[in-house]
Protein backbone atom coordinates (compact mmCIF):
# COMPACT_ATOMS: atom_id res chain seq x y z
CA UNK A 1 0.00 0.00 0.00
CA UNK A 2 1.29 3.61 -0.81
CA UNK A 3 2.54 5.63 2.35
CA UNK A 4 0.55 8.90 2.37
CA UNK A 5 4.13 10.59 3.25
CA UNK A 6 7.21 9.31 1.90
CA UNK A 7 10.17 11.17 2.82
CA UNK A 8 13.38 9.65 1.52
CA UNK A 9 16.84 11.27 2.18
CA UNK A 10 15.37 14.97 3.06
CA UNK A 11 17.84 17.54 3.66
CA UNK A 12 17.32 21.73 4.71
CA UNK A 13 20.66 23.60 5.47
CA UNK A 14 20.90 27.49 5.88
CA UNK A 15 23.76 29.21 4.72
CA UNK A 16 25.44 31.36 7.89
CA UNK A 17 26.39 34.45 6.18
CA UNK A 18 28.95 36.69 7.70
CA UNK A 19 27.91 40.32 7.76
CA UNK A 20 24.90 41.90 5.58
CA UNK A 21 27.15 41.78 2.56
CA UNK A 22 29.48 39.10 3.36
CA UNK A 23 29.90 35.75 1.75
CA UNK A 24 28.73 32.26 2.93
CA UNK A 25 30.73 31.30 5.57
CA UNK A 26 29.16 27.27 6.43
CA UNK A 27 26.06 25.75 6.48
CA UNK A 28 23.84 25.19 9.49
CA UNK A 29 22.46 21.28 8.82
CA UNK A 30 19.23 22.08 10.33
CA UNK A 31 17.49 18.49 8.63
CA UNK A 32 20.58 16.40 7.04
CA UNK A 33 19.35 12.90 5.15
CA UNK A 34 16.10 12.36 7.19
CA UNK A 35 13.60 9.35 6.19
CA UNK A 36 10.90 7.96 7.21
CA UNK A 37 6.88 7.09 5.91
CA UNK A 38 3.35 7.66 7.54
CA UNK A 39 0.66 5.79 6.56
CA UNK A 40 -3.34 6.78 6.73
CA UNK A 41 -4.59 6.90 9.89
CA UNK A 42 -0.68 7.08 11.48
CA UNK A 43 1.25 9.52 14.39
CA UNK A 44 4.67 9.23 13.96
CA UNK A 45 6.17 11.53 16.79
CA UNK A 46 9.22 12.58 16.13
CA UNK A 47 11.19 14.02 19.42
CA UNK A 48 14.84 15.45 20.51
CA UNK A 49 15.66 18.41 22.09
CA UNK A 50 15.64 22.01 20.90
CA UNK A 51 17.64 22.75 18.10
CA UNK A 52 17.80 19.70 16.68
CA UNK A 53 15.85 20.03 13.77
CA UNK A 54 12.32 18.51 13.84
CA UNK A 55 10.34 21.41 13.83
CA UNK A 56 12.76 22.06 10.27
CA UNK A 57 11.74 18.38 9.12
CA UNK A 58 8.10 19.61 9.56
CA UNK A 59 8.24 22.54 8.14
CA UNK A 60 10.00 21.48 5.43
CA UNK A 61 7.85 18.13 4.96
CA UNK A 62 5.14 21.21 4.10
CA UNK A 63 7.17 22.51 1.62
CA UNK A 64 6.84 26.06 3.99
CA UNK A 65 10.55 25.37 3.85
CA UNK A 66 12.15 24.42 -0.06
CA UNK A 67 14.51 21.36 0.70
CA UNK A 68 17.79 21.41 -0.16
CA UNK A 69 17.76 18.01 -1.28
CA UNK A 70 15.97 14.40 -0.79
CA UNK A 71 12.47 13.69 -2.11
CA UNK A 72 9.02 13.94 -0.48
CA UNK A 73 6.04 11.91 -1.71
CA UNK A 74 2.48 12.68 -1.06
CA UNK A 75 -0.01 9.98 -1.91
CA UNK A 76 2.66 8.79 -4.29
CA UNK A 77 3.00 12.05 -5.99
CA UNK A 78 6.59 14.04 -6.13
CA UNK A 79 5.69 17.15 -4.68
CA UNK A 80 9.34 18.14 -3.64
CA UNK A 81 9.45 20.74 -6.70
CA UNK A 82 6.47 22.09 -7.34
CA UNK A 83 5.83 25.88 -7.56
CA UNK A 84 2.83 27.48 -5.86
CA UNK A 85 0.02 26.89 -7.91
CA UNK A 86 0.80 22.98 -8.32
CA UNK A 87 0.78 23.18 -4.70
CA UNK A 88 -2.05 24.48 -3.73
CA UNK A 89 -4.29 21.20 -4.06
CA UNK A 90 -1.66 19.20 -1.73
CA UNK A 91 -2.00 22.25 0.64
CA UNK A 92 -5.58 21.77 1.51
CA UNK A 93 -4.54 18.15 1.88
CA UNK A 94 -1.45 18.73 4.32
CA UNK A 95 -2.02 21.00 7.52
CA UNK A 96 -0.09 22.48 10.38
CA UNK A 97 -0.82 23.16 14.21
CA UNK A 98 1.42 25.22 15.91
CA UNK A 99 3.26 25.71 19.44
CA UNK A 100 2.23 28.70 20.78
CA UNK A 101 -1.41 29.14 19.73
CA UNK A 102 -1.26 32.92 20.82
CA UNK A 103 1.74 34.18 19.00
CA UNK A 104 -0.14 32.18 15.47
CA UNK A 105 -3.52 33.52 15.86
CA UNK A 106 -4.30 37.14 13.77
CA UNK A 107 -5.19 39.44 16.93
CA UNK A 108 -7.03 41.36 14.61
CA UNK A 109 -9.21 38.62 13.49
CA UNK A 110 -12.22 37.15 15.46
CA UNK A 111 -12.19 33.56 16.07
CA UNK A 112 -14.82 32.49 13.43
CA UNK A 113 -12.75 34.28 10.50
CA UNK A 114 -9.62 32.62 11.88
CA UNK A 115 -10.74 29.33 11.17
CA UNK A 116 -12.69 30.66 7.96
CA UNK A 117 -10.02 31.54 6.41
CA UNK A 118 -8.73 29.04 4.70
CA UNK A 119 -11.54 28.53 3.07
CA UNK A 120 -11.51 32.07 1.81
CA UNK A 121 -8.30 31.58 0.35
CA UNK A 122 -8.77 28.12 -1.36
CA UNK A 123 -12.22 29.81 -2.54
CA UNK A 124 -14.31 27.01 -0.53
CA UNK A 125 -17.93 27.63 -0.21
CA UNK A 126 -20.26 30.12 -0.45
CA UNK A 127 -19.83 32.49 2.67
CA UNK A 128 -23.31 31.04 4.58
CA UNK A 129 -22.01 27.43 3.73
CA UNK A 130 -18.28 28.65 5.24
CA UNK A 131 -20.16 30.14 8.53
CA UNK A 132 -21.97 26.94 8.97
CA UNK A 133 -19.02 24.74 8.87
CA UNK A 134 -16.99 27.31 11.31
CA UNK A 135 -20.11 26.97 13.38
CA UNK A 136 -19.55 22.68 12.86
CA UNK A 137 -16.00 22.91 13.30
CA UNK A 138 -15.96 25.28 17.03
CA UNK A 139 -18.83 22.46 18.37
CA UNK A 140 -16.23 19.78 17.24
CA UNK A 141 -12.94 21.12 18.81
CA UNK A 142 -15.27 21.75 22.04
CA UNK A 143 -15.54 25.50 21.99
CA UNK A 144 -19.57 26.98 21.31
CA UNK A 145 -20.53 28.16 17.84
CA UNK A 146 -21.49 31.48 19.52
CA UNK A 147 -17.78 32.21 20.41
CA UNK A 148 -16.65 32.91 17.01
CA UNK A 149 -17.48 36.54 17.67
CA UNK A 150 -14.46 36.74 20.53
CA UNK A 151 -10.67 37.80 19.16
CA UNK A 152 -8.06 35.25 20.44
CA UNK A 153 -7.11 37.51 23.50
CA UNK A 154 -10.40 36.73 25.01
CA UNK A 155 -9.48 32.74 25.08
CA UNK A 156 -7.50 30.31 27.27
CA UNK A 157 -4.46 28.96 25.89
CA UNK A 158 -6.03 25.44 25.98
CA UNK A 159 -9.42 27.52 23.97
CA UNK A 160 -6.51 28.88 21.53
CA UNK A 161 -5.06 25.83 20.55
CA UNK A 162 -9.04 24.42 19.85
CA UNK A 163 -8.87 27.03 17.36
CA UNK A 164 -5.56 26.61 15.56
CA UNK A 165 -7.26 23.17 15.51
CA UNK A 166 -10.41 24.19 13.65
CA UNK A 167 -8.57 25.86 11.73
CA UNK A 168 -6.37 23.05 10.55
CA UNK A 169 -9.27 21.08 10.16
CA UNK A 170 -11.56 23.61 7.65
CA UNK A 171 -9.90 22.26 4.54
CA UNK A 172 -10.80 18.34 5.50
CA UNK A 173 -6.55 17.84 5.43
CA UNK A 174 -5.38 14.19 5.73
CA UNK A 175 -1.40 15.01 7.17
CA UNK A 176 -1.89 17.50 10.17
CA UNK A 177 2.02 18.07 11.07
CA UNK A 178 1.64 18.75 15.12
CA UNK A 179 4.84 21.14 15.96
CA UNK A 180 4.90 21.15 19.60
CA UNK A 181 0.83 21.68 19.86
CA UNK A 182 0.75 21.25 23.46
CA UNK A 183 4.25 22.44 25.31
CA UNK A 184 2.75 25.97 26.07
CA UNK A 185 -0.44 24.27 28.06
CA UNK A 186 -0.35 22.92 31.67
CA UNK A 187 -0.25 19.60 32.05
CA UNK A 188 -4.14 19.08 32.90
CA UNK A 189 -5.12 21.21 29.69
CA UNK A 190 -2.44 18.93 27.31
CA UNK A 191 -4.53 15.54 28.45
CA UNK A 192 -7.35 17.29 26.82
CA UNK A 193 -5.65 18.13 23.24
CA UNK A 194 -3.92 15.29 22.91
CA UNK A 195 -7.45 13.27 23.69
CA UNK A 196 -9.11 15.53 21.10
CA UNK A 197 -6.48 15.05 18.55
CA UNK A 198 -7.02 11.58 19.35
CA UNK A 199 -10.34 11.18 18.71
CA UNK A 200 -10.18 13.52 15.76
CA UNK A 201 -8.00 11.18 13.80
CA UNK A 202 -10.20 7.68 14.98
CA UNK A 203 -13.29 10.05 13.17
CA UNK A 204 -11.58 11.62 10.35
CA UNK A 205 -8.84 9.18 9.45
CA UNK A 206 -5.61 11.63 10.44
CA UNK A 207 -2.48 11.07 9.70
CA UNK A 208 0.13 13.07 12.57
CA UNK A 209 3.51 13.82 12.57
CA UNK A 210 3.59 15.06 16.11
CA UNK A 211 6.83 17.49 16.78
CA UNK A 212 7.57 17.18 20.72
CA UNK A 213 10.78 17.57 22.75
CA UNK A 214 9.15 15.33 25.48
CA UNK A 215 8.55 11.84 25.17
CA UNK A 216 6.16 11.44 27.60
CA UNK A 217 3.90 13.69 25.99
CA UNK A 218 4.49 11.32 22.48
CA UNK A 219 4.06 8.30 24.06
CA UNK A 220 0.20 8.72 24.62
CA UNK A 221 0.03 9.72 20.62
CA UNK A 222 2.33 7.98 18.54
CA UNK A 223 1.72 4.71 16.42
CA UNK A 224 5.86 4.93 16.09
CA UNK A 225 7.91 7.44 16.96
CA UNK A 226 11.29 9.13 15.28
CA UNK A 227 14.41 9.79 17.84
CA UNK A 228 16.35 13.38 15.76
CA UNK A 229 19.91 14.42 16.70
CA UNK A 230 21.69 17.50 15.01
CA UNK A 231 19.39 16.82 12.03
CA UNK A 232 19.17 12.90 11.66
CA UNK A 233 17.11 10.42 12.70
CA UNK A 234 19.23 8.02 15.34
CA UNK A 235 16.22 5.49 15.93
CA UNK A 236 12.93 5.04 14.49
CA UNK A 237 10.36 2.26 15.81
CA UNK A 238 6.85 1.60 17.02
CA UNK A 239 5.85 3.41 20.48
CA UNK A 240 6.14 -0.02 22.67
CA UNK A 241 10.29 -1.08 21.39
CA UNK A 242 11.05 2.26 22.20
CA UNK A 243 9.62 2.59 25.65
CA UNK A 244 10.39 -0.78 26.52
CA UNK A 245 13.33 -1.60 24.86
CA UNK A 246 15.53 1.63 23.24
CA UNK A 247 18.36 1.20 21.77
CA UNK A 248 20.05 4.28 20.98
CA UNK A 249 21.84 5.58 23.87
CA UNK A 250 20.32 9.26 23.36
CA UNK A 251 16.68 7.59 23.28
CA UNK A 252 18.20 5.94 26.90
CA UNK A 253 18.77 9.73 28.13
CA UNK A 254 15.65 11.23 26.79
CA UNK A 255 13.90 8.82 28.48
CA UNK A 256 15.28 8.71 31.72
CA UNK A 257 14.11 12.19 31.98
CA UNK A 258 10.48 10.78 32.00
CA UNK A 259 8.86 10.42 35.05
CA UNK A 260 9.38 7.19 36.34
CA UNK A 261 5.08 6.44 36.20
CA UNK A 262 5.22 7.56 32.63
CA UNK A 263 7.79 4.72 31.66
CA UNK A 264 6.69 1.80 32.36
CA UNK A 265 7.59 -2.47 32.15
CA UNK A 266 11.17 -0.98 30.92
CA UNK A 267 14.36 -1.60 31.49
CA UNK A 268 15.56 1.42 33.53
CA UNK A 269 18.79 2.63 33.25
CA UNK A 270 19.92 6.28 34.36
CA UNK A 271 21.72 8.04 31.40
CA UNK A 272 22.64 11.86 31.78
CA UNK A 273 23.11 13.78 29.32
CA UNK A 274 25.88 16.31 29.54
CA UNK A 275 26.50 19.68 27.90
CA UNK A 276 24.17 20.82 25.02
CA UNK A 277 23.29 20.09 21.51
CA UNK A 278 26.42 21.00 19.61
CA UNK A 279 26.05 23.39 16.67
CA UNK A 280 24.40 22.44 13.86
CA UNK A 281 27.40 24.56 11.87
CA UNK A 282 30.18 22.90 13.40
CA UNK A 283 28.82 19.69 14.16
CA UNK A 284 31.43 17.05 16.23
CA UNK A 285 33.04 14.33 13.98
CA UNK A 286 31.62 10.65 13.36
CA UNK A 287 28.56 9.76 15.44
CA UNK A 288 27.50 13.48 16.05
CA UNK A 289 26.05 12.37 19.75
CA UNK A 290 29.74 11.11 20.48
CA UNK A 291 30.59 14.15 22.99
CA UNK A 292 27.80 13.71 25.07
CA UNK A 293 27.51 9.44 24.76
CA UNK A 294 28.50 7.63 27.42
CA UNK A 295 29.41 4.66 26.18
CA UNK A 296 31.99 6.47 23.05
CA UNK A 297 34.30 4.57 21.98
CA UNK A 298 37.29 5.17 19.29
CA UNK A 299 35.44 4.63 16.29
CA UNK A 300 32.56 6.82 16.79
CA UNK A 301 34.99 9.74 17.19
CA UNK A 302 36.08 8.97 13.91
CA UNK A 303 33.12 6.53 11.60
CA UNK A 304 29.66 7.64 11.27
CA UNK A 305 27.23 5.02 12.32
CA UNK A 306 24.13 4.35 9.54
CA UNK A 307 20.43 3.98 10.46
CA UNK A 308 20.05 0.38 10.26
CA UNK A 309 17.52 -1.90 10.73
CA UNK A 310 18.26 -4.08 13.68
CA UNK A 311 15.06 -5.99 14.57
CA UNK A 312 11.85 -5.56 13.02
CA UNK A 313 10.95 -2.43 12.44
CA UNK A 314 13.25 -1.21 14.48
CA UNK A 315 16.13 1.12 13.05
CA UNK A 316 18.99 2.51 15.01
CA UNK A 317 22.28 4.67 14.09
CA UNK A 318 24.34 3.68 16.98
CA UNK A 319 28.34 1.50 16.61
CA UNK A 320 27.10 -0.56 19.46
CA UNK A 321 24.29 -2.76 17.56
CA UNK A 322 26.25 -3.08 14.40
CA UNK A 323 26.21 -6.34 12.99
CA UNK A 324 24.36 -7.51 16.12
CA UNK A 325 20.61 -7.29 16.89
CA UNK A 326 20.69 -8.41 20.28
CA UNK A 327 24.02 -6.99 21.61
CA UNK A 328 23.58 -6.01 24.78
CA UNK A 329 24.24 -1.55 25.42
CA UNK A 330 28.11 -1.27 26.95
CA UNK A 331 28.34 -0.01 30.39
CA UNK A 332 28.76 3.45 30.35
CA UNK A 333 32.36 4.53 31.00
FE1 LIG B 1 27.40 6.50 21.51
FE2 LIG B 1 29.15 5.52 19.76
FE3 LIG B 1 26.60 4.77 19.65
FE4 LIG B 1 27.30 7.23 18.95
S1 LIG B 1 27.88 5.32 17.91
S2 LIG B 1 25.57 6.68 20.21
S3 LIG B 1 28.94 7.66 20.40
S4 LIG B 1 28.07 4.36 21.32
Do not use: W
Not at 96 to 107: F, G, R, V
Amino acid sequence: MTPLVEVRDLQKHFPVQRGLFGGTTGQVHAVDGISFQIAAGETLGLVGESGCGKSTAGRTLLRLLQPSRGEIRFRGDDITNLDSTAMLPYRRSMQMIQQDPYASLNPRMTAGEIVEEPLVIHRMGERAERRDRVAQLFERVGLRPEQRHAYPHEFSGGQRQRIGIARALALSPALIVCDEPVSALDVSIQAQIINLLTDLQEEYGLSYLFVAHDLAVVEHISHRVAVMYLGRIVELTDRTSLFETPLHPYTEALLSAVPIAKVTARRRQRVILSGDVPSPINRPSGCHFHTRCPYAHGRCRTEEPALRMVRDGHLVACHLHDGCASLPLAQPH
